[in-house]
C-alpha cells in the first residue's frame, strides 16, 4: 500500500472549543489508484485532504497515524511536513483557479518553486515540465504568461502541473473539476488519469461533491457524513449496487440522463447532517435515515460487509448476517 491513514481525526479551534470535523477515520490506497470521496458540503471531505498535506492553524491533529510508501507522515508538525510536500504529498486546492499569484508569471512561479525544494537538476525538472504541457496541450508560451491571462481550464491544468512537477506519491485533488464547463472537466479529469498512468503520481485522492465525475476517473468511493466514512467499495460497486442508506439517497438525488427537469423532479434527502461542534450519538445518519431502527443509537463499525466493500450500518449489518447464516444453513 502507498498511503495508510489509521484512526485520523482532526479538529478545528474554536472559541467553544474544539470542532471535530475528522473522525477517527481510516483508508488505505494502493500504487496507482485513484479513490474519490465524496459527500455533502460539510461532510469533512475537503478537512480529510488537507490534513494529510497542511495543518492550518485553525486545524489539529488530535489522533491517529498516516504512512506514505511506508513511512510516516508527520501531519502535526508543519516544520517536518515542509520538504515532504509537493514531493510525497501535494495537494490541488479547491479553489485551484485562484491559487496562483497574479503578480507573478508562471515561470517565475515554477522557478519559485523548485528554488524553495533545493532542487539541483533544474535544468532538467524544467525540460520535463515544457514535455508536460504539451502533452496536455498546453503551449510552452504559458510560462511567460500571468495567471489572469489564461482561461479557467488552462489554469487548473497549470495548478495540476506544478502540483505534480516533482511526481509526490500521493496527490489530492480538491474539487478540481469545478466552475469548469462539462468539456473541460472531462479534459481535467483525464489528465489526472494520464499522470497516474505515466507514473507522475503513485496514487491520488478526488475530492468532490460530483459523483458522476468519479464514475469516470475513480477506481474507488468513499462517502463520507458528517466526518466519519459511511461507505467505500469500488466505483462500479457504489455506482450500480450501494448499500448504505445515505450513498444510496445521494445516487437517487442525481438528475437522470436525458430526462427533463420538467418531466421529473429530483429527489432530496430530508432534513440537514448535524451539527459538528455537537454530533449525535450514534449513527449521525439515523435522523435522517428510513431505515433508523432502535440499535443506530450505538455507533456502526465501518466493516468489511464483502471483499473490498466497507459499510458502517447496522441495517447492513443485520442482513449481512442473515444471508451468511442463511447460506450456512444450506451448506448444513
Known amino acids: 500500500m502507498s498511503v495508510n491513514v489509521q484512526n485520523l481525526s482532526v479538529a478545528y479551534r474554536s472559541r467553544l472549543g474544539d470542532v471535530t470535523a475528522v473522525d477517527d477515520v481510516s483508508f488505505s490506497l494502493a500504487d496507482g489508484e485513484i479513490m474519490g470521496l465524496a459527500g455533502e458540503s460539510g461532510s469533512g471531505k475537503s478537512t480529510l485532504g488537507n490534513a494529510l498535506v497542511f495543518l492550518d492553524p485553525r486545524m489539529k491533529a488530535t489522533g491517529g497515524k498516516v504512512t506514505v510508501d511506508g513511512r510516516d507522515l508527520p501531519i502535526a508538525d508543519n516544520g517536518?511536513?515542509?520538504?515532504?510536500?509537493?514531493?510525497e504529498v501535494s495537494l490541488v486546492p479547491q479553489y485551484a483557479m485562484s491559487a496562483l499569484t497574479p503578480t507573478r508569471k508562471i515561470g517565475r512561479l515554477i522557478n519559485?518553486?523548485?528554488?524553495?525544494?533545493?532542487?539541483?537538476?533544474?535544468?532538467?525538472?524544467?525540460?520535463?515540465?515544457?514535455?508536460?504541457?504539451?502533452?496536455?496541450?498546453?503551449?510552452?508560451?504559458?510560462?511567460?504568461?500571468?495567471?489572469?491571462?489564461?482561461?479557467?481550464?488552462?489554469?487548473?491544468?497549470?495548478?495540476?502541473?506544478?502540483?505534480?512537477?516533482?511526481n509526490p506519491s500521493l496527490l489530492i485533488a480538491d474539487e478540481v473539476t469545478s466552475a469548469l464547463d462539462v468539456s473541460t472537466q472531462r479534459a481535467v479529469g483525464e489528465m489526472l488519469l494520464e499522470f497516474r498512468d505515466r507514473g507522475y503520481v503513485k496514487s491520488a485522492i478526488a475530492i468532490t461533491h460530483d459523483l458522476s465525475i468519479l464514475a469516470q476517473i475513480a477506481d474507488s468511493i468513499a462517502i463520507m457524513?458528517?466526518?466519519?466514512?459511511?461507505?467505500?467499495?469500488?466505483?462500479?460497486?457504489?455506482?450500480?449496487?450501494?448499500?448504505?442508506?445515505?450513498?444510496?439517497?445521494?445516487?437517487?438525488?442525481?438528475?437522470?440522463?436525458?430526462?427533463r427537469h420538467d418531466q421529473a423532479l429530483l429527489t432530496g434527502i430530508p432534513g440537514r447532517p448535524p451539527s459538528l461542534a455537537n454530533p449525535p450519538?450514534?449513527?449521525?445518519?439515523?435522523?435522517?435515515?428510513?431505515?433508523?431502527?432502535?440499535?443506530?443509537?450505538?455507533?456502526?463499525?465501518f466493516e468489511e460487509i464483502r471483499p473490498g466493500h466497507l459499510v458502517a450500518c447496522w441495517k447492513v449489518s443485520q442482513e449481512q448476517t442473515a444471508v451468511t447464516a442463511g447460506a450456512g444453513q444450506e451448506q448444513a
Open 225 to 259: 457524513y458528517a466526518g466519519r466514512l459511511a461507505e467505500r467499495a469500488p466505483t462500479s460497486v457504489i455506482v450500480d449496487n450501494p448499500l448504505h442508506p445515505y450513498t444510496q439517497a445521494l445516487l437517487n438525488s442525481l438528475p437522470e440522463v436525458g430526462v
Open 112 to 166: 519559485d518553486l523548485l528554488k524553495s525544494h533545493h532542487i539541483k537538476n533544474r535544468d532538467e525538472v524544467l525540460t520535463e515540465l515544457k514535455r508536460r504541457l504539451a502533452l496536455i496541450g498546453l503551449k510552452e508560451e504559458v510560462l511567460g504568461k500571468y495567471s489572469f491571462e489564461l482561461s479557467g481550464g488552462m489554469r487548473q491544468r497549470v495548478t495540476i502541473i506544478m502540483s505534480t512537477l516533482l
Open 281 to 301: 450519538a450514534g449513527c449521525r445518519f439515523r435522523e435522517r435515515c428510513p431505515f433508523a431502527f432502535d440499535k443506530c443509537t450505538q455507533t456502526p463499525p
Open 80 to 87: 517536518a511536513m515542509r520538504h515532504k510536500r509537493m514531493t
